[in-house]
């Protein structure tokens, strides 16, 4: 082996030193999630709050203003989520997906033996077998 060869980093190295550089929601995205995803620094959404700069607390956020009156769907949608900066992407199952590229198992929140469908004419078609038997 070279001396050239012996100085260069190994992916390992590479990785650590990648990792170092990222903002601490931030992982190493395969370039196949990067593509399109959406600006690396913060940026300002539609109610004038600053995303992507872990300052949980603006005077512009529906969360400061709230009341009783406040619907919940104003916060939500693409403009409340950074696209590279999200606590969520340090679980176990999405740098497995995002860092690695292992797909996630199917069918581990199912329960085939068990019917969860919601039928929204069950409970009025039972309300009206109930009526007749009495």
């Not at 872990?54 to 009156?69: G, I, K, V």
């Not at 969520?88 to 797909?103: T, V």
């Amino acid at each position: 082996m070279s001396s050239q060869e012996q100085n260069q980093p190994t992916k390992a190295t590479q990785a650590k030193q990648n990792q170092s550089d990222l903002d601490p929601f931030e992982i190493n995205f395969l370039p196949q999630f990067e593509q399109g995803r959406g600006p690396h620094e913060a940026f300002v959404n539609e109610y004038d709050v600053v995303i992507g700069d872990h300052d949980y607390e603006s005077a512009n956020s529906p969360l400061e203003q709230w009341t009783a009156e406040t619907d919940p769907v104003v916060m939500a949608g693409d403009g409340w989520v950074h696209p590279y900066k999200d606590i969520g992407f340090q679980s176990a199952e999405n740098r497995d997906i995002f860092e690695r590229g292992i797909p996630p198992q199917s069918g581990i929140f199912t329960h085939p033996d068990k019917n969860v469908a919601y039928d929204p004419d069950e409970s009025t078609n039972r309300k009206r077998e109930d009526e007749a038997e009495a």
